[in-house]
């Protein structure tokens, strides 16, 4: 992973359930790429850090075709302006 990177865990009712990351993409290091890992609590998953971590750097630098949820739409909101602050002069900011 490049080491210019931000992270933001998702935290619901002060508890970890997911992670976003935003770093340079594998192929146009002048865009930046948000990825995203959630547990599925409904499901009985227990949110993992560092497996939530890969998942969302391996969306964030190769693109994902997974829908994002909408229940963390605003955090995904708040990541890309903290991204585009971070990573100024940059080309633009994808969701994955």
């Known amino acids: 992973m ?3 990177h931000i ?3 998702i935290r619901r009712h002060n508890h970890r359930v ?3 990351i935003a770093t340079p993409m594998i192929d146009n290091p002048a865009l930046i790429g948000i990825g995203w890992s959630l547990a599925n609590r409904n499901a009985g998953d227990a949110f993992n850090p560092k497996l939530g971590l890969e998942i969302a750097t391996t969306r964030a630098v190769k693109g994902s ?3 994002l949820p909408p229940s963390i739409e605003a955090d995904i909101e708040k990541m890309r302006d903290r991204a585009k602050r971070y990573f100024k002069g940059n ?6």
């Open 65 to 67: 075709g997974v829908d």
């Open 18 to 20: 997911g992670v976003i």
């Open 2 to 4: 490049n080491n210019k």
């Open 7 to 9: 992270v933001q865990y």
């Open 91 to 96: 080309a633009g900011i994808l969701i994955a």
